[in-house]
């Protein structure tokens, strides 16, 4: 996604940031860090906090997206529609209220809890949670259709969320 972004040579009004955590099984343990240095909390908030319009996490293998999670931030949804909507023919527009499948606890867990407008992206599973953490989780099971579309789709994104003129919502 940021390699597009690049390319095509856009230039986003806010800042478009590519975090990459580790720990996320033990407790969050990278998100959470990164959040306490760079946002605070809730209660005791940085500046750097009301910045952040909003955190887009890619954390369920290389399925193809179908959506966002709202992660109870039903404010958010009618823009987040909105910004799906180009998206629709490609089957990449749901927007969906409850994780489907498995419960989720990822990384946008710790952006939430901070108050920070954070989703996951709803996604093909790809058998992904029978193989998730094991030898045979390897780069060979992606498919680069899905790798492509899914890159285009949170640069457009990150794109359109950085030239708003409003922040997405945060979560009420």
């Known amino acids: 996604a940021m390699?597009?972004?690049?390319?095509?040579?856009?230039?986003?009004?806010?800042?478009?940031?590519?975090?990459?955590?580790?720990?996320?099984e033990y407790g969050l343990l990278g998100s959470r860090a990164y959040v306490r240095k760079h946002f605070g909390?809730?209660?005791?908030?940085?500046?750097?906090?009301?910045?952040?319009?909003a955190v887009f996490?890619?954390?369920?293998g290389a399925g193809r997206i179908r959506g966002i999670y709202l992660a109870g931030n039903t404010q958010a949804e009618p823009e987040l529609r909105r910004l799906l909507q180009p998206w629709k023919s490609e089957g990449s527009a749901t927007i969906a209220h409850r994780?489907?499948?498995?419960?989720?606890?990822?990384d946008e867990v710790s952006f939430n809890?901070?108050?920070i407008p954070a989703f996951i992206f709803v996604q093909d599973p790809l058998d992904y949670w029978s193989r998730m953490h094991s030898t045979s989780d390897t780069f060979d099971k992606s498919w680069t259709p899905n790798?492509?579309?899914?890159?285009?789709?949170i640069a457009w994104l990150a794109l359109q969320t950085a030239n708003a003129?409003?922040?997405?919502?945060?979560?009420?």
């Open 99 to 106: 994780y489907p499948g498995v419960g989720i606890y990822s």
């Open 57 to 60: 996490n890619l954390d369920a």
């Open 165 to 172: 003129k409003e922040k997405l919502p945060r979560r009420q």
């Open 113 to 115: 809890f901070a108050g």
């Open 147 to 153: 790798l492509k579309h899914n890159a285009a789709l």
């Open 3 to 24: 390699r597009i972004l690049k390319r095509m040579g856009f230039k986003p009004q806010r800042a478009i940031r590519l975090i990459l955590f580790d720990g996320e």
């Open 41 to 53: 909390t809730k209660a005791v908030s940085t500046p750097e906090h009301g910045k952040v319009s």
